[in-house]
């Protein structure tokens, strides 16, 4: 976005936002992008800050989907800035010191509650292309936080606008001096004026080209767009389904006669903000829920891979463990014939007692006759206390591969990208754990997660889990006993919970429930699917497992037809 079209898109935001709303709360988004949850009088409103292209600048959407992570600056955000109000909105250059820098200054004013203390904190969003960078700063322009890495500005540090030249402005100079600019070579027009970015500096010579390549009507046309820029039209340029550039003013050169079919729409919008929405919800936000996926599903199915050759191994390990009778066999063997076996044996001859075969057993020539029967002896100890443990591996990998293939399932059939995740082990969340308490004061105030429920009817609520923290969530946070748990029987689904506000749960409610929990399963498309239920009380998580993985008990089952 050049710097005319964010100086619009602010004017129009500072507008909007006039009534200083207060901070909600702030949390991530996908990428180098965060939000704050904004209370204005219209209600919630989620202003989004992104650095990422194509959609890189900020903007105000009714809804924003929360990704369930939880950054350093969001954490700082939601420490230092809940209810406190957003309190000026501003571009941190000024124009008459020839400052044109795309870098976006918000001022928010915290009043202690207590005592009515003030204490004032700003976000610098400089949308600067590649080394675009936000800071959370404190009254004295203190750096506390920001998101990347790539610029000069260090946490601790003052803040300072990025280096740049000392621009003319467009809006005080008279023609004769835009002449003067406008008489250099066209490359060093974006470093003497201001607000001439390369797209515009090529629209100038889109134009010109019919009525001469003069200095005067450089800047006559130049006039010519600033003029444009004042009108409520925004045009939005797109390219098989890519967004080509957003405006203030019409980008005729797009339409440049090529060899190449040009395949350009335009679509005008009345503000730069409901441009910035249309290219989130239509352009950027579908393409990066289907990269997401893949690349969340390529993962899991690593994971899974890696799961199905452990098991492999372990029964491997337990077809060589149950033969643990042949060493005891072996050892006594070896006792009953001590007489026959000299010093230095490496094997010998014997009659099986079993099979009434004569069998040949390998002896270590370095020991007594007595320490091989031991060795035989300890191997069928070993192998005994072997079946047991492998059994138990193989049930916990086989339980681990059930809960990986439902996460794979979740991923490929999640709509939204907060459905979207990949839940850490144990021990990585336990790390995480201490590392957010060690990072957090007493009096961090971090967002909860919230899920609302999918329906509700006849007094019932159903909620249905997305992804693995989301059943855990419902399951074991929401479910309370009594509430009814579903799950389609042995196959990757959503945990579904029931509960019942009022009155006691029918058996029409419970079809809901298993219906919900069929269509949210791996057998959605099948005719008939058995869905098991159970009051929540008898859901448990595995110990060691991952998010969402259960056992249960006292279950019944119910055959839902589908359509």
Not at 132 to 149: A, H, M, N, T, W
Request: hydrophobic share 35%; proline share 3%; glycine share 4%.
């Amino acid at each position: 976005m050049d710097y005319i079209t964010l100086k619009k898109h602010i004017l129009d935001l500072s507008s909007v936002l006039k009534s200083r709303p207060i901070v909600v709360r702030a949390y991530d988004r996908s990428g180098r992008s965060i939000f704050l949850r904004l209370k204005t009088d219209e209600g919630i409103k989620d202003l989004c800050i992104s650095l990422d292209f194509p959609n890189q600048g900020l903007w105000l959407s009714n809804h924003c989907d929360e990704v369930e992570k939880n950054s350093l600056i969001v954490r700082s955000l939601n420490r230092l800035l809940i209810n406190s109000r957003l309190f000026n909105l501003e571009l941190a250059g000024k124009e008459e010191e020839g400052q044109f820098d795309r870098v976006v200054k918000l001022h928010f004013v915290h009043i202690d509650e207590y005592f009515g203390n003030r204490s004032d904190f700003y976000i610098f969003c400089e949308f600067t292309g590649r080394i675009s960078d936000v800071f959370f700063c404190d009254g004295e322009f203190k750096i506390l936080d920001r998101i990347s890495r790539t610029s000069n500005n260090l946490v601790g540090n003052l803040y300072r606008l990025p280096d740049s030249y000392k621009l003319m402005s467009p809006y005080s100079s008279d023609k004769e001096q835009q002449k003067t600019v406008f008489a250099a070579p066209s490359e060093e027009w974006v470093n003497k004026i201001g607000a001439v970015s390369p797209i515009m500096t090529r629209e100038i010579l889109f134009r010109s080209s019919n009525i001469g390549d003069t200095p005067e009507n450089y800047s006559d046309i130049f006039r010519e767009i600033l003029d444009e820029c004042l009108s409520n039209t925004v045009y939005l340029y797109k390219k098989e389904n890519k967004l080509q550039a957003i405006s203030v003013f019409e980008l005729k050169h797009l339409f440049e006669q090529k060899t190449e079919p040009l395949n350009i729409e335009l679509i005008h919008f009345k503000s730069v903000n409901e441009a910035m929405n249309y290219v989130e919800q239509e352009l950027v936000g579908p393409k990066r829920l289907v990269q997401e996926k893949k690349r969340i599903v390529a993962q899991l199915n690593r994971s899974l891979k890696q799961k199905k050759e452990l098991l492999d191994e372990q029964f491997k390990l337990k077809t060589k463990y149950e033969n643990s009778d042949k060493y005891q066999n072996l050892g006594n063997l070896i006792i009953a014939n001590l007489y026959r076996i000299k010093p230095g044996t490496v094997h010998f001859e014997a009659e099986d007692w079993n099979s009434g075969e004569t069998i040949n057993i390998e002896l270590d020539p370095s020991k007594t006759a007595a320490a091989n029967a031991k060795k035989f002896f300890n191997l069928h100890k070993k192998s005994k206390r072997g079946v047991i443990e492998v059994e138990k591996r193989i049930q916990s990998l086989q339980s681990d591969i059930k809960w990986l293939e439902e996460q794979i399932w979740l991923a490929e059939n999640a709509e939204i990208e907060t459905w979207l995740q990949i839940e850490e082990n144990t021990k990585t969340k336990r790390i995480e754990k201490n590392k957010e308490k060690n990072t957090n004061n007493k009096n961090s105030k971090n967002p909860k997660q919230v899920i609302k429920a999918t329906l509700e009817e006849n007094c019932c609520k159903y909620y249905v889990g997305h992804n693995a923290r989301q059943n855990d969530h419902i399951t074991f946070k929401i479910g309370k006993k009594g509430d009814i748990w579903f799950h389609a029987n042995d196959v990757p689904g959503a945990h579904v919970i029931l509960k019942k506000i009022e009155g006691n749960i029918t058996e029409e409610d419970i079809s809901v429930g298993a219906r919900l929990a069929a269509i949210n399963s791996f057998a959605k498309n099948s005719s008939k699917v058995p869905v098991d239920y159970t009051d929540v009380s008898n859901v448990k998580r595995i110990p060691n497992g991952g998010a969402g993985q259960v056992s249960y008990t006292n279950q019944h089952t119910i055959m839902v037809v589908l359509p």
